[in-house]
């Protein structure tokens, strides 16, 4: 570097006494008791006080780092859990594997129909509800063609119950009877085919 550089010339550092006063003015004084000067430096204020620090100066933020103890009042077995708990960052975990069901947090609901379950979070007891109204309330199966056919025969719907099913048939065989109808024949056809209808849905298990 030349020392006779223009460049070399035009610089000037400031005296001691600006720089100090620089620091005053930038920086609060240090918290420590008796002490004055800039505290550039911060430290915690310790447990349950998360946020908030002191302001020292660097002799005494040394000092006071040296004696802090972030863990002062707390038992062996207090500490050993916040530090296994600090390694999940305070979070609750669980086992590998488990799921929601598994640890207790949540319910589980069968699907309707008598279909697959699935599990979700029912802190109300909604799915629970309807899962138990599911299993009172059982969904009537999907009926057959031919059964479907019979309940035609029959004159009845798809939703037919058991009862209506038989007070049909009753009325059926009286209205279609040759003895009913002063010995005619004519309706033997349909009285025959009522009955197989009957049968069928007897034997079907609708009756």
């Known amino acids: 570097m030349k020392l006779n550089s223009k460049y070399f010339d035009s610089i000037r550092v400031a005296p001691k006494r600006q720089a100090d006063e620089a620091a005053e ?42 004696s802090y103890n972030y863990f002062d009042g707390m038992s062996d077995a207090e500490v050993t859990d916040f530090q296994k708990d600090a390694m999940t960052g305070h979070r609750p975990t669980w086992k590998v594997g488990a799921n929601s069901w598994a640890h207790g947090t949540s319910a589980r609901v069968t699907g ?14 909604l799915f629970a509800e309807r899962a138990r109204q599911v299993r009172e309330e059982p969904a009537a199966r999907r009926l ?64």
């Open 25 to 66: 003015q930038k920086h609060p004084p240090c918290q420590w008791k008796g002490c004055g000067r800039p505290a550039p430096h911060r430290a915690p204020k310790g447990r349950g006080r998360d946020g908030e620090y002191f302001a020292f100066c660097v002799d005494h933020v040394r000092a006071y780092n040296a």
């Open 112 to 125: 309707a129909h008598g279909g697959a379950d699935f599990r979700a979070d029912d802190p109300h007891g």
């Open 144 to 207: 057959k063609p031919i059964e479907k056919k019979s309940l035609e025969a029959l004159h009845l719907p798809e939703t037919a119950s058991k009862i209506e099913i038989k007070a049909r048939f009753k009325e059926l065989v009286k209205r279609h009877h040759p003895d009913s109808n002063g010995g005619d024949t004519r309706t033997e056809d349909t009285l025959r085919e009522i009955i197989q209808a009957y049968n069928y849905l007897k034997k079907a298990g609708l009756v």
